[in-house]
């Protein structure tokens, strides 16, 4: 068992930044791929970003791609998305998961952990 908590929500202008945090307990964290997912009321999650068991290799959805950065820190058993110049259309719930799989993955159901997910609302 893995458990995953967010944190780094929260209300800002568009423009600003925010830096999510994903802490991670249980089982090794470094035997997991970590992803990024986000969720709007009323839409399907969505992918937002992968980093490998190392951090060496990493993965966008495009239209995050040069705004968002996903990383790691194996150390502290946390996994981080650094949020830069956000839209409002970046609202949304943002979830991590945990991947035991060998190969980064955008597929939610390839995913075997999930944290409870933390608000980020970005204002006009």
């Known amino acids: 068992q893995v458990q995953l908590v967010e944190s780094g929500g929260g209300l800002v202008q568009a423009g600003d930044s925010l830096r999510l945090s994903c802490a991670a307990s249980?089982?090794?964290?470094?035997?997991?791929?970590m992803g990024w997912f986000r969720q709007t009321p009323g839409k399907e999650r969505e992918f937002v970003a992968a980093?490998?068991?190392?951090?060496?290799?990493?993965d966008y959805k495009g239209s995050m791609k040069g705004r968002f950065i996903i990383s790691r820190d194996n150390t502290k058993n946390t996994v981080y998305l650094q949020m830069n110049n956000l839209k409002p259309e970046d609202t949304a719930v943002y979830y991590c998961?945990?991947?035991?799989?060998?190969?980064?993955?955008?597929?939610?159901?390839?995913?075997?952990?999930w944290g409870q997910g933390t608000q980020v609302t970005v204002s006009s």
């Open positions: 980093v490998s068991r190392s951090g060496a290799a990493t």
């Open positions: 249980g089982r090794t964290f470094s035997l997991y791929n």
């Open positions: 998961a945990a991947d035991s799989g060998s190969l980064l993955s955008r597929q939610e159901n390839w995913y075997d952990y």
